[in-house]
C-alpha cells in the first residue's frame, strides 16, 4: 500500500508541476530565450515564475519543518551538504549552456515531446544519456 501511495504522489506531484510549466508559458522554448536575451526583446515572464516557485519553496519548506515527520515516511531526509565543488559547477554550468541553447528545461521538454519536433526528441534523449553517464560514473564523494 506504501509503495502505492508514494507512486500516486509521484503522479499527483508531476502533474501539478507540468500543469504550471503549461498554465505559465514554460513550455514555449521562446520564452524562454527570451528571458536570456537581456539586450534585446527581454521577457521577464520567467522571472516571475521562478520568483513564484522560490517563494512558494521558501514558505513550504519552513511549514514542513513544524511537522514531525512527512505522511509516507518515518523521517525527513534533508539535504546536509552546503558546499560548492568542482562537479555542481561544472554539471550547472553544462545545465544553463543545454538550457540557454535550446531553451527547454527537462521538464518543458519532456511535455513537449507531444510536439512532434524532432530535435525535442533529440534533446531528451541526450538528457537521458546524461542521466545515464551521471549514473555510470559518478562523481560524487
Not at 508559458?25 to 537581456?38: E, Y
Not at 515516511?73 to 553544462?94: C, H, K, N, Q, Y
Request: aromatic share 12%; net charge positive.
Amino acid at each position: 500500500m506504501k509503495v502505492i501511495m508514494n507512486c500516486l504522489m509521484a503522479l499527483l506531484s508531476g502533474l501539478l508541476f507540468g500543469i504550471g510549466l503549461v498554465v505559465s508559458g514554460m513550455t514555449d522554448p521562446q520564452r524562454v530565450v527570451g528571458f536570456l536575451d537581456v539586450t534585446g526583446d527581454w521577457d521577464p515572464t520567467l522571472m516571475a515564475v521562478l520568483g513564484g516557485a522560490v517563494l512558494t519553496t521558501f514558505v513550504g519548506f519552513r511549514l514542513l519543518r513544524r511537522l514531525g515527520r512527512p505522511w509516507l515516511s518515518a523521517t525527513f531526509e534533508w539535504p546536509t551538504r552546503r558546499d560548492l565543488d568542482r562537479p555542481l559547477v561544472i554539471g550547472a554550468s553544462l545545465f544553463g549552456l543545454g538550457w540557454g541553447l535550446s531553451g527547454y528545461c527537462p521538464g518543458p521538454a519532456l511535455l513537449a515531446l507531444n510536439t512532434g519536433d524532432l530535435s525535442v526528441w533529440g534533446l531528451v534523449i541526450m538528457m537521458a544519456v546524461g542521466w545515464w553517464a551521471a549514473q555510470r560514473w559518478s562523481w560524487q564523494r
